[in-house]
C-alpha cells in the first residue's frame, strides 16, 4: 500500500482519563462517587499484588504475552499513589 494517511495520529484523542483521588476525604471534596486509591488498595503491596494477579490471569486467558506481564508490573511499581 502506498505509505500515506495518519495512522495512529488520532490516538491520542480517543478516550479519556480520570484518575481516582487518593484518599477519601479528597474525593468527598470533590463530589467523586468513586472510590479513592486508599479504599481501593489499602497498601502498595495489595495494588501491586492485585496488579499482578490480574496480569497473571490474563496471561493466562492468552491475552497477553510474558513481557506484556513483566511491563504492566514495571508500570504499577512506579506509580506513587500513596504518595503527597
Do not use: M
Not at 495489595?46 to 508500570?75: G, W
Request: aromatic letters at 10%; charged letters at 30%.
Amino acid at each position: 500500500g502506498a505509505n500515506c494517511g495518519g495512522e495512529g495520529l488520532l490516538s491520542r484523542y480517543i478516550g479519556s482519563y480520570f484518575p481516582f483521588q487518593r484518599t477519601a476525604d479528597e474525593r468527598r471534596v470533590d463530589g467523586d462517587p468513586r472510590p479513592a486509591v486508599s479504599e481501593r488498595y489499602p497498601t502498595r503491596q495489595v495494588y501491586l499484588d492485585r496488579v499482578a494477579a490480574a496480569a497473571r490471569e490474563l496471561q493466562k486467558e492468552r491475552f497477553l504475552l510474558d513481557e506484556d506481564v513483566a511491563a504492566i508490573q514495571r508500570a504499577a511499581a512506579a506509580r506513587h499513589l500513596w504518595e503527597q
